[in-house]
């Protein structure tokens, strides 16, 4: 089955500052690899993803790269504010048909001081 | 996005009791997941709820422990049988929005489980 490593599991910027959180996955037929931030106590939101026919999505001050080949995918934030503090997961799933069952990193706690 | 409501949201139980945990989705949608968050750790699947047929179980977990139904496209519950503390975690379910412009996977909100 597929598994996601996730790097690094904390992470502290100035705020303003970038902040970049890598993963990867060992499942080559994995094609859908969303990003989830979840604050203490709430549910995983989903805030950016990217599929396999793509290399690069920006959503604002968010953005997602991947690397099929070497099967790797990261998460950039760019001027980061206070309330980007919380844990970013990163997922991978194979789409094809209708599963979307996700597989998980383990998270990166990531704090923004001001 | 599909709307989802978790009950409970958190419950208190006792050793060797069961509990069952309901999702409702304003919607019809195609597939349910089942996921356990073990307190500060990362989401883990459970099981996939199919409509009309047994749920699909991922390793390390079986229906005897945690029975799953999918009466229809917009209901399911999870049950945690014969609890015991190490089934203190939050359950979520999942659900895979079709309608949604790209088809993506939203999260309930939860249910805190303590197990004394």
């Known amino acids: 089955g597929e598994n996601v490593e996730q790097h690094p599991s904390t992470l502290s910027v100035q705020e303003g500052d970038s902040a970049v959180i890598k993963c990867t996955y060992s499942?080559?037929?994995?094609?859908?690899f969303p990003w989830y931030k979840q604050e203490l106590g709430k549910r995983p939101q989903l805030i950016i993803d990217?599929?396999?026919?793509?290399g690069e999505k920006k959503d604002q001050r968010i953005a997602v790269t991947l690397n099929k080949t070497a099967k790797h995918f990261s998460l950039h934030i760019t001027e980061t504010q206070p309330e980007d503090s919380a844990v970013y997961f990163c997922?991978?799933?194979?789409?094809?048909?209708?599963?979307?069952?996700?597989?998980f990193g383990k998270g990166t706690l990531l704090t923004v001081n001001p | 996005s599909a709307v989802i409501s978790q009950k409970p949201s958190r419950d208190i139980c006792q050793r060797g009791t069961s509990l069952t945990i309901q999702c409702q989705v304003d919607?019809?949608?195609?597939?349910m997941f089942w996921y356990r968050q073990q307190p500060g750790q990362s989401l883990t699947l459970i099981a996939t709820?199919?409509?009309?047929?047994?749920?699909?179980?991922e390793s390390g977990f079986v229906i005897d422990k945690f029975p799953i139904s999918r009466p229809n496209l917009t209901f399911s519950t999870l049950t945690v049988s014969n609890m015991s503390p190490e089934d203190s975690s939050i359950y979520l379910c999942?659900?895979?929005?079709?309608?949604?412009?790209?088809?993506?996977?939203?999260f309930g909100s939860g249910t805190q489980l303590s197990v004394l």
């Open positions: 999942s659900v895979e929005d079709r309608g949604s412009p790209n088809e993506k996977l939203f």
């Open positions: 499942d080559s037929a994995s094609n859908y």
């Open positions: 990217i599929r396999s026919n793509v």
């Open positions: 997922a991978a799933s194979n789409s094809g048909g209708s599963n979307y069952k996700l597989t």
């Open positions: 919607s019809q949608v195609t597939m």
């Open positions: 709820a199919n409509q009309g047929s047994e749920a699909t179980y």
